[in-house]
């Protein structure tokens, strides 16, 4: 019998690929699909994962070598926030199997506070699933930090936090969007806070008669629509500013035979390969995964609305959307130029995640409420906010810290900041540390 459960234990549900492969196995299972559709979902489940971790293997190839370089030359810590790779990272961490128990108990409780709630508002389902993991881990890594939290407890209170974010934040952005998304879908992002925002800054400085949509655009923006593209141009560029930073003799140890700045250019378009299959890997996951909770959460919870992925709400507004992407590359480049100056020990680079999802989702929100001046100042300082708060989370980080990658997104910075300090505070009171 001990033999068995530690079979159980330690083979199959310590195992994250194993362990997921069970969940779609049992949700499509539930929901009577054909053998040959259970095959298809469990193997691109796993195959997905897998995927996630090669591609942050790329994305650590071509950013460690020079964040080594940068941290030992200007004895800073260098971080790039970028979502998928934080995950791989702590993918391979002993906190996988307390992610993925969070991941699965927070979306249940998700369920049932969706089921139990009267408040129409509220009637919502989470079903950006890669977000409910960056999550889950963002917590698994932080609270043991905060709080001195491990094994159940740590999994309980992870579940809990994150089954109240999924289920309390997508009636902010249903309320908000009501006028321009109507009643069929809200956003299921790590954005719900900053939309808010985005709809106070638009009212502050704009006005909505003046519509982003209304404006003509230079052909030559066009170019920043193809998310590949303009990750590859700003990954080079930052990569040829730390190049630059740390100077000529240092990368050239790292560039050996070739030329630095072709060298640092290269890195740039590695580091967006890397992103690029992280991207293949979490679309193949979640493909497969989304199925069965979708299923589950239909016969569950009739008529609730689902909370979607930020570019869902991109076509409501693509003009306003890209204001908020150019607006928010500006505040990125200005905060690491900030922290330089006053010699900050982290320096924040500009996040391709925080500058184009949560850009062009702010900047659709701005517009609807303050026009295009709404759309340009609620990308800014969404963005400017966001970059700066990571100054304070990445000590937070736990296994992650030091890695020179972390979470990103507005809401880590509106939401999880004080919460997270709160709880620090809190904790010696608690007797927890």
């Not at 890195?267 to 497969?288: D, K, Y």
């Not at 026009?371 to 966001?386: I, Q």
Request: hydrophobic share 55%; net charge neutral.
């Amino acid at each position: 019998m001990n033999d068995l459960l530690n079979f159980i234990i330690f083979q199959l549900l310590d195992k994250a690929p194993v362990f997921l492969a069970i969940v779609a196995f049992v949700g499509l299972w539930l929901q009577k699909k054909t053998w040959g559709e259970i095959v298809d979902g469990v193997i691109k489940t796993v195959i997905g994962l897998l995927i996630i971790i090669i591609g942050a293997g790329t994305l650590l190839g071509s950013l460690g070598p020079i964040m080594t370089v940068l941290n030992s030359s200007l004895g800073v810590k260098g971080v790039v926030p970028a979502n998928e790779a934080a995950f791989a990272i702590a993918m391979a961490t002993p906190l996988t199997n307390n992610i993925t128990m969070t991941f699965l108990a927070g979306f249940i409780i998700h369920l049932f506070m969706v089921m139990s709630l009267p408040w129409k508002i509220f009637k919502n389902v989470y079903l950006t699933a890669h977000m409910m993991l960056f999550l889950a881990t963002f917590l698994n890594l932080t609270l043991p930090v905060v709080l001195g939290l491990g094994g159940t407890p740590l999994i309980v209170v992870s579940s809990i936090l994150c089954a109240l974010y999924w289920t309390l934040t997508p009636g902010i952005t249903r309320v908000l969007g009501k006028s321009f998304l109507g009643d069929d879908l809200t956003l299921g992002h790590h954005q719900q806070a900053g939309a808010f925002l985005a709809s106070r800054i638009g009212l502050w400085v704009g006005n909505k008669e003046q519509d982003a949509e209304e404006m003509e655009l230079p052909r030559a923006l066009a170019i920043f629509r193809d998310n590949t593209i303009s990750m590859t141009i700003l990954m080079s560029i930052i990569f040829l500013g730390i190049g630059l930073a740390v100077g000529q003799p240092a990368i050239a140890k790292l560039s050996m035979k070739d030329n630095w700045i072709i060298w640092l250019v290269l890195r740039g378009f590695q580091f967006t390969a890397g992103i690029v299959v992280l991207l293949s890997g979490v679309r193949m996951f979640i493909a497969s995964i989304v199925p069965a909770f979708k299923g589950i959460s239909d016969k569950l919870i009739p008529g609730a609305v689902p909370a979607l992925d930020s570019p869902a709400i991109y076509p409501y507004s693509p003009v306003g959307a890209m204001l908020g992407f150019i607006s928010s590359v500006v505040a990125a480049i200005l905060v690491m130029i900030l922290l330089m100056v006053i010699s900050s020990p982290i320096i924040v680079f500009p996040s391709p995640i925080i500058m184009f999802f949560d850009g062009c989702a702010i900047g659709v929100f701005g517009n609807k409420f303050g026009g295009w001046k709404g759309a340009v100042a609620a990308g800014f300082v969404s963005s400017f906010l966001a970059h700066l708060g990571c100054v304070f989370l990445y000590p937070l980080m736990g296994p992650v810290y030091g890695s020179g990658l972390m979470f990103s997104n507005i809401d880590f910075t509106l939401i999880w900041l004080p919460v997270l300090y709160l709880l620090k505070w809190v904790a010696p009171l608690l007797g927890l540390i």
